[in-house]
């Protein structure tokens, strides 16, 4: 199952952007994962169903936070004080086991570019 994550674009050094991905279920643990050119896809963080526990890679704690909307089948990866160590493509996928272990199927992501 794909979900579909947006809301990337350009910002500069200390600023703030939202990301969304939408699904089609909301019974889904969910986590982030990025991919910067040039390296490995790593992951960001991730979020339980239900009961919306939680779980952060050390280089995001404090800036990143995830949060879900489940009247919207949404989950939300507010991103705070980017850095340019912070571009990469995000992708949001449904998991296998939390927290980090995927399903095999990424989509798209969402490019966020962050200048200096």
């Known amino acids: 199952v794909q979900l579909q994550a947006s809301g990337g674009g350009l910002v500069q050094a200390g600023g703030s952007l939202r990301l969304s991905c939408v699904a089609s279920?909301?019974?889904?643990?969910v986590a982030w994962f990025r991919q910067a050119p040039g390296k490995e896809r790593e992951f960001v963080c991730a979020?339980?169903?239900?009961?919306?526990?939680?779980n952060y890679a050390d280089f995001v704690k404090g800036r990143f936070t995830v949060s879900r909307d489940n009247a919207k089948n949404t989950v939300f990866l507010q991103m705070n004080s980017l850095t340019p160590e912070d571009t990469a493509v995000y992708y949001c996928?449904?998991?296998?086991?939390?927290?980090?272990?995927?399903?095999?199927?990424w989509g798209q992501g969402t490019l966020v570019t962050v200048s200096s």
């Open positions: 279920q909301r019974n889904y643990d």
């Open positions: 996928v449904r998991l296998r086991r939390f927290p980090d272990v995927p399903y095999p199927y």
């Open positions: 979020i339980a169903w239900p009961r919306s526990i939680v």
